[in-house]
Nanobody
């Protein structure tokens, strides 16, 4: 059974940083591409970032490019999202998902989420 558990969210001031983690179990994490998504209040779920099996390829939503960095540690079955220069519009529930962005947005496995709030 696929399990994804996110952590690391919190309340931070604009310009601050957070690092999200997602611990995976129940499937072969090193052989799975992974995606971070987010959903702001009143808005649709959106793709944030994607990483391939070994981290050699990554992709970012234009809204976070240059500020967020996705990475993974296959030995620890853990996915990360380093978020720098946070803005109020980054406030959302953040989820990690198993699979490419199109699959997770279409209902693929994802965790329960971790809340990120950016405000002064």
């Amino acid at each position: 059974q696929v399990q994804l558990v996110e952590s690391g969210g919190g309340h931070v001031q604009p310009g601050g940083s957070l690092r999200l983690s997602c611990v995976a179990s129940g499937f072969s994490f090193p052989y799975s591409v992974m995606t971070w998504l987010r959903q702001a209040p009143g808005k649709e779920l959106e793709w944030v970032s994607f990483i391939d099996y070994d981290g050699s390829f990554t992709s970012y939503n234009e809204s976070v490019k240059g500020r967020f960095t996705i990475s993974r540690d296959n030995a620890k079955n853990t996915l990360y999202l380093q978020m720098n220069m946070l803005k109020p519009e980054d406030t959302a529930m953040y989820y990690c998902g198993k699979g490419p962005s199109w699959a997770v947005l279409g209902g693929g496995p994802r965790g329960q989420g971790t809340q990120v709030t950016v405000s002064s």
